[in-house]
């Protein structure tokens, strides 16, 4: 399957009454998706990684492994470029968290699977930029102004986003659908 086939799918599976769940909290690209914060940060030889912190971990991580899984299907990302990918995956969630009381686990990860998208266009129209070396766990996504950001901007928006691709999300937890 292609990459855009396999993000269809994410958001398809967005709609399911039970959102899926990983077995374990994520860790990787440094990035780090857990319910607690660390309790020591900072202080070590490496930089911290970026931390996303929700209830929601199990659910989040389940969403970055498939979209690993669909941007590896066409080689879409490399050793560099992985950093810059889940780096600004972390940063829409937590863009996403700062700016909402009320999160569930099919908002938080709505957010993230529509930045995802925007990664995606920048890919093929040869847009994406990252960093050759992201010293200090620093990403191009951290010097970009929210108001150029073409990925997560708000609720309203990501709900227009995805209606317009034929995914109706509820962004309430699900009681029985």
């Known amino acids: 399957m292609t990459t855009i086939e396999l993000l269809q799918n994410v958001a398809k599976a967005l709609e399911a009454s039970r959102l899926k769940r990983a077995r374990r909290e994520w860790g990787g690209a440094d990035v780090v998706i857990t319910q607690k ?13 970026r931390y996303v912190i929700t209830e929601h971990a199990l659910e989040l991580s389940w969403l970055f492994v498939a ?42 990860c709505a957010a993230v ?26 990403i191009v996504d951290d010097y970009i102004d929210e108001r150029l950001k073409k990925g997560f901007i708000d609720i309203d928006d990501n709900i227009a986003f ?8 509820d962004y309430d937890e699900p009681s029985s659908k």
Request: with cysteine; hydrophobic share 40%; glycine share 8%.
């Open 67 to 108: 979209l690993r899984d669909a941007f590896y299907a066409e080689s879409l990302l490399d050793s560099c470029s992985k950093i810059e990918f889940f780096g600004r995956l972390a940063n829409a969630a937590n863009r996403f968290l700062s700016k909402n009381t009320h999160v569930t686990a099919y908002s938080l």
């Open 37 to 49: 914060a660390p309790e020591n940060i900072g202080g070590g030889f490496y930089p911290d990684p």
């Open 113 to 138: 699977l529509h930045e995802s998208f925007a990664i995606y266009e920048e890919i093929i129209d040869g847009e994406f930029q990252c960093l050759a070396i992201a010293w200090g766990n620093e």
């Open 162 to 169: 995805f209606k317009k691709h034929g995914v109706d999300i």
